[in-house]
DNA sequence: GCTATTTGACCATG
DNA sequence: CATGGTCAAATAGC
């Protein structure tokens, strides 16, 4: 229905976050005009919110339509053969024409999403603790588990709880390690667009907004997705105000590159008061180039551990080497006992927030898009 | 009775 | 053809 409605939208997102850009480029013009000795965080925190609103800005034109390819990744990893069958791309995308799912309904589903990836390491209480750290402050439907070859545990496949009534089409494996059965490794794809009426923790959906754009959230999605950006700036300016980063085993002086970079875990700690989710939104914001896509990292639930995440990105040994363009070593692991009882306990509070690394899926960005996170904020 | 999980089957992808 | 991702019927729990 509302088709066009919903291309509007996106339109208006569009503009919005090219407007903000612009804005960006404003501000880091002027930060060089009159350089300060912090000019060169600033910078570099603008920088990061460029790439990311660019790369934003990018898949909602694709999104939209308005490029030539509907939606075509920057680096079309795995998605190679993002053959006219893959009705499930579409449809996951979908902008505007959602009205002929009906035809395609079962198609669709069994098709590989190419929805944004990313991957988080999730480290639970060596207890065998199963509360709290993979409740990232969503709620997650179980759909299916799978032995994984060369894994010694399946992994499970959730998704939003309520990708029937809103639509939303986040999603999430998790798996546990092999190496470390502490950790687990939860692959996101996709951004909730939910309205997670469960979650009262503020925030926990605060940029549920590039991807998958349904039905009437849209206004309020767009709503959203400008005011955050207008915050942008706020948020991580109050970010490198509260955050305390440390980084584990490497000098900031030896990391030339930013592969060494990602090779440094770092880890964040957060205030003990237990920081808004929004924050944590914003902040991966500009850590992942993705912009929108970000993991709902708010382990929030009232957690004040769960205030500790730390990215380790080397961890993923396989950036990008792997497996279907999504470059994930293969991590033995499997979840699904943790996850299974998580998922009644899901409100538990001690959650010693493990581990997230993030790492972005190829899909939709280069790998130029690798931001030296370990810098911005010192 | 409703909702979530389990699990075998189906299907796309490489 | 092997593997991984998803569906959907059966089952379990509240």
């Known amino acids: 229905m509302e088709n066009t409605d919903t291309g509007e939208n996106q339109s208006m997102l569009l503009l919005s976050e090219l407007s903000f850009i612009q804005q960006l480029a404003t501000q880091l013009e002027a930060q060089l005009r ?14 990061a919110q460029l790439l990311s609103k660019t790369e934003n800005s990018i ?7 308005l490029g030539s390819n ?19 791309s579409q449809s996951a995308f979908r902008c505007h024409d959602d009205n002929d799912d009906n035809n395609n309904k079962r198609e669709v589903s069994k098709k590989r999403k190419t929805l944004p990836k990313w991957r988080s390491q999730v480290k639970v209480g060596s207890t065998g603790g199963v509360e709290g750290p993979l409740d990232d402050g969503h709620s997650w439907r179980k759909y299916g588990q799978k032995d994984i070859l060369g894994a010694k545990h399946p992994r499970g496949y959730y998704r939003c709880t309520y990708r029937n009534s809103q639509g939303c089409q986040a999603t999430k494996q998790v798996q546990r390690t092999d190496d470390n059965p502490t950790v687990f490794d939860v692959i996101y794809q996709g951004t909730h667009t939910c309205i997670n009426k469960s979650n009262t923790r503020p925030g926990s959906n605060i940029s549920c907004t590039t991807n998958n754009n349904n ?14 950006s207008s915050h942008d700036q706020d948020y991580l300016n109050s970010l490198k105000a509260t ?3 440390k980084t584990k085993g490497l000098g900031p ?6 592969e060494a970079q990602h090779c440094n875990s770092m880890s964040f700690s957060f205030p003990s008061t237990p920081i808004e989710s929004g924050h944590v939104a914003t902040m991966a914001d500009n850590y992942f180039p993705s912009g929108g896509f970000l993991p709902s990292f708010a382990n929030s639930s009232a957690t004040s551990e769960s205030n500790y995440f730390s990215l380790s990105p080397c961890v993923i040994s396989g950036y990008d080497t792997g497996v279907g363009g999504f470059g994930l070593r293969k991590v033995d692991s499997d979840l699904t006992e943790v996850v299974s009882a998580l998922s009644a306990t899901t409100s538990t509070t001690n959650s010693p927030m493990g581990d997230i690394d993030p790492v972005f899926d190829e899909l939709d960005f280069d790998t130029h898009f690798q931001i030296d996170t370990s810098s911005f904020f010192s």
Request: with cysteine; hydrophobic share 30%; glycine share 6%.
């Open 243 to 245: 955050l305390t980063i």
């Open 34 to 47: 009159e350089p300060s000795n912090s000019t060169i965080e600033i910078s570099k925190s603008i920088v």
């Open 70 to 88: 509907r939606r075509e990744p920057t680096s079309p990893l795995r998605s190679a053969s993002a053959s006219p069958a893959s009705g499930m």
């Open 59 to 65: 898949f909602l034109a694709n999104s939209c339509g």
């Open 215 to 228: 039905n009437n959230n849209n206004n309020n999605i767009n709503n959203k997705q400008m005011v955050q």
């Open 253 to 258: 002086s030896g990391l030339g590159q930013q």
